[in-house]
Every structure is written in C-alpha cells, then in structure tokens.
C-alpha cells in the first residue's frame, strides 16, 4: 500500500485561495482529491481526478475554480483552489487507485489509499 500525507488546508475567505498538497510514499497510477462536508451523514465527494500522464477531469462544482496537478518525480499530487465559496468548507483527502483513472472514475470504492484528510474552512 501507498502512504499518502495531505497538507496546506486551513481557514480563508470566500473568494481566496488555498493550494493542496499529497506527497505519495511510492509511485501512484490515478490519483484524485475528494472531500467530505461537516453536516451529518454527508458523503465523499470527488473533486478531481488526474492521470499518471497528466489527463485531469473535474467535479462540475468546482469546474473552472479548482486546478489539480502532480509532479511525478517527487510523487506530490496538488489541488490549487481559487475563487473559493463557502460551500467548498470540507475535509479534504487525496487518493491513490491501483486502476488507470478512466475505471476509477471518481467513485471512492475504486482507491484504494487514503491519506488523514487536511480540513478546508471557508468563511463568508
């Protein structure tokens, strides 16, 4: 299994900015962040997929705010989120499938390592 250690979330503004960061402990195929809001029996929720090579797909609620990126050579997976919304107030998680991402898709049962979660808060 893939360690994985999420950093860089923390408390901002609505329309602000906060960049995520996942280092891997070993190389990764698909690799996605999702997020969990705070209100009762909310679900995980995928927020981005990207690609070994690259190839990256969004959430269409965050299509246009939200970047995800990776730097292969140091195993670090990002998210840069800007024009940030109250609504985007969740943990957030990095995740790492054994699947290319065009069958993991961005269903949570298709990773098969998580990192602790990294808390997102956004204010009005």
């Known amino acids: 299994q893939v360690r994985l250690v999420e950093s860089g979330g923390g408390s901002v503004q609505a329309g602000g900015s906060l960049r995520l960061s996942c280092v891997a402990s070993?190389?990764?195929?698909?690799m996605a962040w999702f997020r969990q809001g705070p209100g009762a029996g909310e679900e995980r929720e995928g927020v981005a997929r990207i690609s070994r090579s690259g190839t990256a797909d969004y959430a269409a609620s965050v299509k246009g705010r939200f970047t995800i990126s990776r730097d292969t050579a140091k195993n670090t997976l990002y998210l840069q989120m800007d024009s940030l919304k109250v609504e985007d107030t969740a943990l957030y998680y990095c995740?790492?499938?054994?699947?290319?991402?065009?069958?993991?898709?961005?269903?949570?049962?298709?990773?098969?390592?998580w990192g602790q979660g990294t808390q997102v808060t956004v204010s009005s």
């Open positions: 070993d190389a990764t195929s698909c």
């Open positions: 995740a790492a499938a054994i699947y290319s991402c065009d069958v993991a898709s961005l269903s949570p049962s298709r990773y098969r390592d």
